[in-house]
T-cell receptor, first 113, second 116 residues
Framework: AQSVTQLDSQVPVFEEAPVELRCNYS??????LFWYVQYPNQGLQLLLK??????LVKGINGFEAEFNKSQTSFHLRKPSVHISDTAEYFC???????????FGAGTRLFVKA | ETGVTQTPRHLVMGMTNKKSLKCEQH?????MYWYKQSAKKPLELMFV???????ENNSVPSRFSPECPNSSHLFLHLHTLQPEDSALYLC???????????????FGPGTRLTVL
């Protein structure tokens, strides 16, 4: 079975500062990895996903994530955040041939002026 | 309408009521999902339908009853709920490619359910 751990429940950061949201996963088979974002009063939307190939994945809104197989991590980064990045971020994992995506508990990013 | 829509957006019901949540996707997808989102907890997958057939039932109590009449519509029928069932219920859809694990899920805005 797969599991996902998001190490920080809340991350406060000042505007224009860099940010890293941490995600670790556990699986006995190869996985696909996702980051979704949920803005207030909205559903989740995809930021980026890792399926194969280059371990550095670029997504929307200037976010990127790096797949590290040896550390079983998929941390999300942005070099300079904006107030509008305030949202909840979810890391997720799935496997080949399955509809069952496992989500982490989420990290609330709060960007301060 | 575009994307995934859910109605109603808010619902308050008593423990003896019967109500239904509706989800509609306008993306031409073949798979649809119900999730439960509670505060401080990971999203919980409840049900998955692929081409109208149920493929996942994640040990959900029978007081939740899904229905998928076609690939565009998904319902969640509710009866005799408990206060701990209060949560945000999210619907999602995906393309259902040859390798479903790689598919992006597209979410609706959710129905905020309160059980009194």
């Amino acid at each position: 079975a797969q599991s996902v751990t998001q190490l920080d429940s809340q991350v406060p950061v000042f505007e224009e500062a860099p940010v890293e949201l941490r995600c670790n996963y556990s699986s006995s088979v190869s996985v696909y990895l996702f980051w979704y974002v949920q803005y207030p009063n909205q559903g989740l939307q995809l930021l980026l996903k890792y399926l194969s190939g280059s371990t550095l994945v670029k997504g929307i809104n200037g976010f990127e994530a790096e797949f590290n197989k040896s550390q079983t991590s998929f941390h999300l980064r942005k070099p300079s955040v904006h107030i509008s990045d305030t949202a909840e971020y979810f890391c997720a994992v799935s496997v080949t041939g399955g509809f069952k995506t496992i989500f982490g508990a989420g990290t609330r990013l709060f960007v301060k002026a | 309408e575009t994307g995934v829509t859910q109605t109603p957006r808010h619902l308050v019901m008593g423990m003896t009521n019967k109500k239904s949540l509706k989800c509609e996707q306008h993306l031409g997808h073949n798979a649809m999902y119900w999730y439960k989102q509670s505060a401080k907890k990971p999203l919980e997958l409840m049900f998955v339908y692929n081409f109208k057939e149920q493929t996942e039932n994640n040990s959900v109590p029978s007081r939740f009853s899904p229905e998928c009449p076609n690939s565009s519509h998904l319902f969640l029928h509710l009866h005799t709920l408990q206060p701990e069932d209060s949560a945000l219920y999210l619907c999602a859809s995906s393309q259902a490619t040859d390798n479903e694990g790689t598919d992006t899920q597209y979410f609706g805005p959710g129905t905020r359910l309160t059980v009194l």
